[in-house]
């Protein structure tokens, strides 16, 4: 299952973290954020022990949100050694979230 990040363990769940990370920034009333929802969790399963996935309610944790930019959702970013090093926004098939995720293990 997706860890749930918030403003206040973003720096220890994303930041410190020695695995690649993936977080999907989303919200409750976001249709295309509702229809990858499945995939992340697959992919949050897939790659236990591997990668950290997240998922970021923007509604509820606005400092991350303002950090990085976020205006439109969902923004899935990928993060290695704490920095942003790839980003995919609006809805896409788990194929593509799954295949950023993948190039961090290269």
Known sequence: MALEITDTNFE?????SDKPVL???WAEWCP???MIAP???EIAKEY????VVGKVNVDYNPGISVKFG???IPVLLYFNKGEV???QVGAAPKSVIAGKLDKQFA
Not at 12 to 16: H, M, R
Not at 48 to 51: C, L, M, N
């Open 12 to 16: 220890e769940l994303v930041l410190k």
């Open 23 to 25: 977080i999907d920034f």
């Open 32 to 34: 295309p954020c509702r």
């Open 39 to 41: 995939a992340v969790e």
């Open 48 to 51: 236990s022990g591997k990668a």
């Open 70 to 72: 976020i205006r439109n």
């Open 85 to 87: 090093v790839d980003k």
